[in-house]
Nanobody, 115 residues
Framework: QVHLVESGGGLVQAGESLTLSCAASEIIFNINTMGWYRQGPGKQRELVASKTSGGSTSYADSVKGRFTISRDNAKNTVNLQMNSLKPEDTAVYYC?????????WGQGTQVTVSS
């Protein structure tokens, strides 16, 4: 089973940028879907962005135009570039992988955006 480790979280001010990185313990080329979810205080976990092995992407409406997901098959990483951050983006961000073996989650990384 793949093991996922997130990094790059932190405290930023509104309008600033942050890049999250998810390192996988195995080759991700054949993993069907990899993505990022988040869970804000008192909220349910929600999809932020995902990208399939074929290159198809999906974004939450709230982050379209601001966030970009990318898969680096050479480094076995999945990154989330977050621009124009807003206080409502504050959450724990989780990396996710999904294939025929099931769904795997990372431990999460905290992103806090101050106003």
């Amino acid at each position: 089973q793949v093991h996922l480790v997130e990094s790059g979280g932190g405290l930023v001010q509104a309008g600033e940028s942050l890049t999250l990185s998810c390192a996988a313990s195995e080759i991700i080329f054949n993993i069907n879907t990899m993505g990022w979810y988040r869970q804000g205080p008192g909220k349910q976990r929600e999809l932020v962005a995902s990208k399939t092995s074929g290159g198809s992407t999906s974004y939450a409406d709230s982050v379209k135009g601001r966030f970009t997901i990318s898969r680096d098959n050479a480094k076995n990483t999945v990154n989330l570039q977050m621009n124009s951050l807003k206080p409502e983006d504050t959450a724990v961000y989780y990396c996710m992988s999904q294939d025929e073996r099931g769904t795997v989650w990372g431990q999460g990384t905290q992103v806090t955006v101050s106003s």
